[in-house]
């Protein structure tokens, strides 16, 4: 089968179409012909090298997120799967290719009305929204504001937010085109990456999810309210300063608090709940998906440069042969 693999770290160039032997699922998993692949950050990541010292090599099989039909299970697996529509997490890698593997733990089954590339924009987007969201402690008339809004993580989290109640959902992005389009997702206020921009926009936030990270990340502690929280659920610009929390104790007596998030700290069963419910709201319409665009799978190097560029909004999709 055709597959992706990342032959050389670094630039997307690096990235190359090649023939794989056909995937057999072993126990406990699932053979999926995908007929979306979610394209994310940590595949870029992976991609550039950054995430080598976690053991990942040349030659690896980037997408963590896919959504097709069921081929084949393994054993220990209920057969009444094989022909169904789901969604899967695969783990590190394995999706950009014709056909792949994933953890039968991790299926969700898609309903009506879902399309698979919504499901790859929805699924681990809304995952990490939902529960950085609860991570943060928000509740109904707080204020939140969202750091790098315009990613998938970012426009599922304006999303929830503002169907959970917030009095202000404040984002921070790159243009004025891109700031009208969140508006109409639920964003109230538009700002700038440095968080200026909107005179009538809240001083302070209870709650900021933090999908950027990078060298300015500690100048958002000056804009949590007393008791705020702020969540770090990405590191799209790097790791912040080694020093970043000396900011939040010079404010002190506002006691303030930070986190980290990661899904994987999150048990599978809770996971396939909260996506099965997001993929209800897709269906319902309550939730929006946002697909920049769908490539073919040969594509991926492209893909990768739109990405670079900052030029997507949304989540670009990749789409195998025949599909």
Same mark, same amino acid.
């Not at 393994?74 to 022909?83: I, K």
């Not at 009506?112 to 529960?131: E, L, P, Q």
């Given at each position: 089968m055709k597959a992706v693999a990342i032959q050389a770290f670094g630039s997307p160039e690096g990235m190359a /179409?090649?023939?794989?032997?056909?995937?057999?699922? @072993?126990? @406990?998993? /699932? &053979?999926? =012909?995908?007929? !979306?692949? @979610? $394209? *994310?950050? $940590?595949? !870029? %990541?992976?991609?550039?090298?950054? &995430? !080598?010292?976690?053991?990942?090599k040349e030659g690896h099989i980037p997408g963590g997120e896919i959504a097709g039909t069921i081929a084949a299970v393994g054993d220990g697996v209920d057969p009444s799967w094989t022909g169904q529509r789901v969604w899967a997490f695969t783990g590190a890698g394995g999706g950009y290719a014709e056909q792949a593997l994933a953890p039968a733990a991790t299926l969700v089954p898609l309903p009506v009305g $879902?399309?698979?590339a919504d499901a790859v924009t929805v699924g681990s987007s809304g995952a990490v929204a939902c529960f950085s969201l609860r991570h943060a402690r928000f509740v109904r008339g707080e204020s939140v504001l969202v750091r790098g809004a315009a990613g998938g993580i970012g426009i %599922? =989290? /304006?999303?929830?937010?503002?169907? *959970?109640?917030?009095? !202000? /959902?404040? $984002?921070?992005? #790159? #243009?004025?085109?891109? *700031?009208?389009r969140l508006r109409k997702l639920g964003a109230t206020h538009v700002l700038d990456r440095a968080g200026e921009g909107s005179q009538d926009a809240p001083a302070g936030y209870d709650v900021i999810i933090d999908i950027v990270a990078g060298p300015d990340m500690p100048s958002f502690f000056a804009r949590l309210n007393p008791n705020g929280r702020m969540v770090a659920v990405g590191i799209v610009a790097g790791y912040p300063p080694a020093d970043f929390g000396m900011d939040m104790f010079a404010a002190f007596q506002k006691s303030t608090s930070f986190a980290t998030f990661s899904t994987d700290s999150v048990a599978q069963p809770d996971r396939r709940a909260a996506i099965a419910d997001l993929f209800a709201a897709a269906g319902r319409g309550d939730l929006q998906s946002v697909v920049h665009e769908q490539l073919p799978l040969e594509q991926a190097v492209l893909a990768h440069q739109k990405m670079a560029t900052g030029e997507v909004f949304g989540r670009i999709v990749l789409t195998p042969p025949g599909v």
């Amino acid at each position: 089968m055709k597959a992706v693999a990342i032959q050389a770290f670094g630039s997307p160039e690096g990235m190359a /179409v090649i023939d794989v032997p056909d995937p057999s699922p @072993g126990a @406990g998993q /699932v &053979l999926i =012909t995908p007929a !979306a692949i @979610g $394209v *994310g950050g $940590v595949d !870029a %990541m992976i991609r550039s090298g950054a &995430l !080598a010292a976690y053991g990942f090599k040349e030659g690896h099989i980037p997408g963590g997120e896919i959504a097709g039909t069921i081929a084949a299970v393994g054993d220990g697996v209920d057969p009444s799967w094989t022909g169904q529509r789901v969604w899967a997490f695969t783990g590190a890698g394995g999706g950009y290719a014709e056909q792949a593997l994933a953890p039968a733990a991790t299926l969700v089954p898609l309903p009506v009305g $879902v399309s698979a590339a919504d499901a790859v924009t929805v699924g681990s987007s809304g995952a990490v929204a939902c529960f950085s969201l609860r991570h943060a402690r928000f509740v109904r008339g707080e204020s939140v504001l969202v750091r790098g809004a315009a990613g998938g993580i970012g426009i %599922m =989290t /304006v999303q929830l937010a503002a169907h *959970g109640g917030a009095t !202000a /959902v404040a $984002v921070t992005t #790159s #243009s004025a085109e891109r *700031g009208d389009r969140l508006r109409k997702l639920g964003a109230t206020h538009v700002l700038d990456r440095a968080g200026e921009g909107s005179q009538d926009a809240p001083a302070g936030y209870d709650v900021i999810i933090d999908i950027v990270a990078g060298p300015d990340m500690p100048s958002f502690f000056a804009r949590l309210n007393p008791n705020g929280r702020m969540v770090a659920v990405g590191i799209v610009a790097g790791y912040p300063p080694a020093d970043f929390g000396m900011d939040m104790f010079a404010a002190f007596q506002k006691s303030t608090s930070f986190a980290t998030f990661s899904t994987d700290s999150v048990a599978q069963p809770d996971r396939r709940a909260a996506i099965a419910d997001l993929f209800a709201a897709a269906g319902r319409g309550d939730l929006q998906s946002v697909v920049h665009e769908q490539l073919p799978l040969e594509q991926a190097v492209l893909a990768h440069q739109k990405m670079a560029t900052g030029e997507v909004f949304g989540r670009i999709v990749l789409t195998p042969p025949g599909v």
